[in-house]
């Protein structure tokens, strides 16, 4: 009796615990011409939480564009060259001066709706460090468990092929004649090799294997899972799935700036 006492006080305390560290979380709400969106910031992600923060309370997102929208994929806004752009006029570069490192977190995915920094490309920028004059939120699309499966195929390809060529090939020959002679050994020891070369795999970077949350999100909410572990994300929406639907339908031109002007009105973090 006394042990099951003890369990239920265990469970509510980590259940207060957890309440309380949700309820610790600040929200951005997000006001623009098209509607009203709210998020919620991750407490993992401190210095890009704070950056955005303070950028967002001291109004410099305030007056911007979403000068780069790509449907099912996400929407992107914030620069602060957008607030004077004319019409038409290519903008959205944001700001290297306000770039800081990468807080990569494993979990936290690339799911329709994280709140995200963008950033310059490696050739330029090899420390992936994000440009926080600017954001962007996951739009995305819903994927089917096979298309996933497809992905970490092409992604693992030129790995598992390098591998296949160490291990494999040069006793390929003699396998084949171990196939006729004694399956069995045949066998584990193609078991052997199969688990060399998923070793390899998993330890190689870039690699790509979809953990059971992934999938879970990806088949369902969607997202865009190519940017897993290539950009920090801080935050998730919590309300406006319907607003960011509508600012990613938007006609756009090709810098893919929407044609009619999607304006930040205000970003204010509570």
């Known amino acids: 009796m ?151 195929l092409a992604t693992n390809q030129k790995i598992r092929t390098k591998a296949l060529n160490k291990y494999y090939v040069p006793v390929k020959a003699e396998l084949q004649k171990l196939k006729e002679s004694d399956p069995k050994e045949y066998h584990l020891r193609m078991k052997e090799i199969a688990a060399k070369i998923d070793s390899v795999t998993l330890a190689t970077p870039g690699h790509l294997i979809f953990t059971p949350e992934q999938r879970e999100a990806y088949t369902t909410v969607g997202g865009s899972p190519h940017l897993d572990g290539e950009y920090t994300i801080y935050g998730e929406l919590i309300d406006g799935f319907d607003v960011l639907d509508k600012i990613a339908a938007q006609r756009r031109d090709v810098y893919d700036r929407p044609k009619k002007d999607v304006r930040i009105i205000r970003v204010r973090v509570q």
Do not use: W
């Open 2 to 152: 006394k042990r099951h006492v003890c369990f239920i006080i265990v469970c509510l305390l980590a259940s207060s615990i957890y309440s309380f560290a949700q309820a610790q979380e600040k929200t951005v709400v997000i006001t623009t011409s098209f509607g009203t969106m709210k998020a919620r910031l991750y407490n993992d992600v401190p210095n890009h939480v704070r950056v955005f923060t303070q950028r967002a309370n001291a109004g410099l997102f305030d007056g911007t564009l979403f000068s780069r929208v790509i449907p099912h994929f996400m929407i992107q806004g914030g620069a602060p060259d957008t607030k004077t752009a004319p019409a038409g006029a290519r903008c959205g570069f944001g700001d290297s001066k306000t770039n800081i490192l990468p807080e990569f977190r494993s979990s936290h995915i690339s799911k329709k709706g994280v709140l995200a920094a963008p950033r310059q490309d490696v050739s330029v920028n090899p420390k992936k460090k994000s440009d926080m004059s600017q954001f962007f939120i996951v739009q995305g699309m819903v994927y089917r468990s096979g298309q996933l499966d497809t992905l970490e």
